[in-house]
């Protein structure tokens, strides 16, 4: 946040707009960017109140990134560290690619969640607390032997202590709510406060609450009278002695929205659908993280699409394959358990030689693991995960945004070249969410899709091939075009079934040769920074963000860095292999334990700097900063840049 919140002055930073507000004067200081984190229990609502907190900053124009971050059961120990959810949002006058290194404001709703997110407020931070929640019993869950409030754990922070619970109630104490019914407004008390602090608008909360609660007329009210709460005391409190500005942020002209990356993967899903005149089917199982993808294509029957909740994982690829026999565009999501059930599947696919998406939305395993946390861990799995010589396309969104022109690049993929295609997304991109600017059908580039016709007196050979060694996709029922299909190996040409090795080593070859070919498919891959160099960092799906802010931090110390990201996983881009012989060094950060890494060493023998995290969080920008600081000074391990990274420097 700059300038930083201060504890000890009420005297604006510099540049600070002084104002008069409520019962006494405020000073209104603009700032460039602010995080602020929404943090209590799993049943206070943090989640909604940081939904509703980025769709109003998106609202006011800033750039967005957001972390939310959630406990797996569904209802875990209230009052423990076990059961805080928090919801992070990093917002700014300038392009913001984090949910933010540390948080500036944070509201903690209880002890439990004071304990777990007081690390991450900047010192000097806001931290508002209801100290309604600050029972003996409450600190007793939470592991606090005193009162935190009170015994100088929080005296480095500008700390608000608000009665939330009273206030919440007292505002709604006469619309005959219950007890219980009246604290879950207390999200709202905080919103509002909020809201108030930072200069954001009420009307697009009070237009959600009506939309929302429109047919519960006294619980809309309560909401509402629960957020005027929290924004005027905000006004008129004592213990509030700045507001503080975001201006809106530059971007391209256009039409903007908020959304999240499974939202977008749906919504590009249907765009391709659109795009290619092949009729959307999708096929899936519930799983965290990845069943928002099937809860949102549920609700776009308008648009043609249609949804089947299977009994299993295995049921669902096996449907969707035989959609995509029929002439469909075809599509199965999961997780890193699910795909493992998937894998056979995926392999008839490949046999097959269907287009075929499937999204793996990787989360920390194995396992069951940790669901509702984010990791990078399944990329081996998906490029060698299926027994035999079974290669499929894989490629991985950077952020939320991008999911929707991922999901259009890969069904291009996979019916040019007639190949199953993964998608690797994770937790922290399918949850998280930014600015997207809504684009116009029109200007998005038509998928050809070709779907071959009898030629009188010439027989149909099913696994004849094209330019890209892609088969024709003949759809069943067309007349003269019979032919068979199966897992055993097929015969070069006619499909029929076959046993003779030699044809079995043409048709393995023939398959790795036609997805290798997809990388002439590719645009050149692109190096920000100088074009040869000390070191280049290389990164890949969610990583993208901490990666590129960093490096803008690195380049502002005129560090030798250049920077590469990898859209492309399988087949790796032509020119990848001249790009890293150009630097001294390569650096590459994973949420996993190297596995990117390890196929670069392999595929081009050449070594590699690993720098990797699997606490279910993403990268901050200043591990990465420091990780590849220790790299440029000396090329070796001298000290570790961040207890939450492990780094393994080369020679």
Not at 342 to 350: C, D, M, R, S
């Amino acid at each position: 946040m700059e300038p930083p919140i201060s504890a000890t002055s009420n005297n604006p930073a510099p540049g600070g707009i002084q104002k008069g507000q409520g019962v006494m004067e405020k000073r209104v200081i603009e700032l460039e960017e602010a995080t602020v984190r929404f943090s209590g229990d799993s049943g206070d609502g943090m989640q909604l109140a940081g939904t509703q907190f980025t769709h109003t900053s998106a609202v006011a124009g800033n750039d967005v990134v957001t972390f939310p971050d959630f406990p797996a059961e569904i209802r875990a120990p209230r009052g423990t560290k076990a059961g805080v959810s928090g919801f992070q949002v990093h917002f700014g006058a300038k392009r913001v690619y984090t949910p933010g290194d540390k948080v500036d404001a944070l509201v903690a709703m209880n002890p439990a969640a004071l304990a777990t997110s007081l690390p991450d407020l900047v010192p000097g931070g806001l931290l508002i607390v209801d100290v309604d929640s600050f029972s003996p019993r409450d600190l007793e869950l939470a592991g606090y032997k005193s009162n935190p409030l009170e015994d100088g754990t929080v005296a480095n922070y500008q700390l608000v202590t608000v009665e939330i619970t009273r206030l919440t109630r007292e505002a709604v104490k006469d619309l005959g709510l219950t007890t219980k019914e009246a604290d879950r407004c207390r999200n709202f008390f905080a919103m509002g406060l909020v809201y108030w602090i930072f200069d954001r608008p009420l009307e697009p909360t009070l237009r959600f609450i009506e939309a929302k609660f429109g047919k519960k007329p006294i619980i809309a009210e309560a909401n509402r009278r629960a957020l005027m709460a929290g924004y005027h005391y905000g006004e008129t409190t004592e213990l509030i002695h700045h507001r503080y500005v975001v201006p809106p942020v530059k971007l391209p002209p256009g039409t903007y929205r908020n959304i999240m990356g499974n939202q977008a993967l749906a919504w590009g899903l249907m765009a391709a659908s659109r795009l290619s005149g092949c009729d959307l089917f999708f096929a899936g199982y519930p799983i965290t993280p990845a069943s928002d993808i099937l809860h949102e294509l549920a609700l776009r029957r308008e648009f043609g699409v249609r949804v089947f909740q299977a009994e299993d994982e295995i049921a669902a690829v096996a449907a969707a394959i035989g959609a995509s026999f029929g002439g469909a565009m075809a599509v199965t999501a999961s997780s890193g358990p699910g795909i493992s059930l998937k894998l056979e599947g995926i392999g008839l696919a490949v046999m097959l030689e269907l287009p075929l998406l499937v999204i793996d939305v990787q989360r920390a395993g194995p396992s069951t693991g940790m669901p509702t946390k984010t990791e990078q861990a399944d990329l081996l799995q998906a490029m060698f995960g299926r027994h035999g010589e079974c290669p499929v396309a894989i490629v991985a969104p950077r952020s939320p945004a991008d999911c929707f022109d991922i999901a259009i690049e890969a069904w291009r993929i996979a019916v040019k070249h007639m190949t199953p295609v993964i998608i690797l997304s994770d937790a922290y991109v399918a949850n998280g969410s930014e600015p997207w600017r809504i684009p116009n059908m029109s200007s998005l580039p038509r998928i050809p899709v070709e779907h071959p016709q009898p030629v009188e007196g010439q027989p149909f050979l099913p696994y004849a091939r094209n330019e890209w060694l892609a088969r024709p996709w003949a759809i069943p029922g067309t007349p003269q075009l019979m032919h068979r299909i199966g897992g055993l190996e097929k015969q070069d040409g006619t499909g029929a079934v076959s046993y003779d090795g030699d044809n079995h080593q043409r048709m393995v070859e023939l398959r790795a040769k036609k997805v290798a070919l997809i990388a002439k498919d590719y645009p050149p891959q692109v190096v920000e920074g100088p074009k040869s160099g000390k070191l280049l960092i290389v990164s890949w799906g969610s990583t993208y963000g901490s990666v590129y802010s960093a490096v803008q931090e690195l380049w502002a110390t005129g560090q030798d860095v250049a920077f590469t990201h990898l859209r492309y996983l399988n087949p790796l881009p032509l020119d990848l292999e001249d790009i890293l012989s150009r630097y001294e060094h390569v650096m590459v950060p994973e949420l996993n334990l190297g596995q990117l890494a390890l196929l670069l060493q392999a595929k081009y023998l050449r070594p590699v700097h690993r720098v990797n995290k699997v606490q279910g969080r993403p990268f901050t920008v200043s591990e990465l900063v420091e990780a590849a600081l220790a790299i440029l000074e000396t090329g070796e391990k001298t000290s570790q840049p961040s207890e939450n990274v492990v780094v393994e420097y080369v020679k």
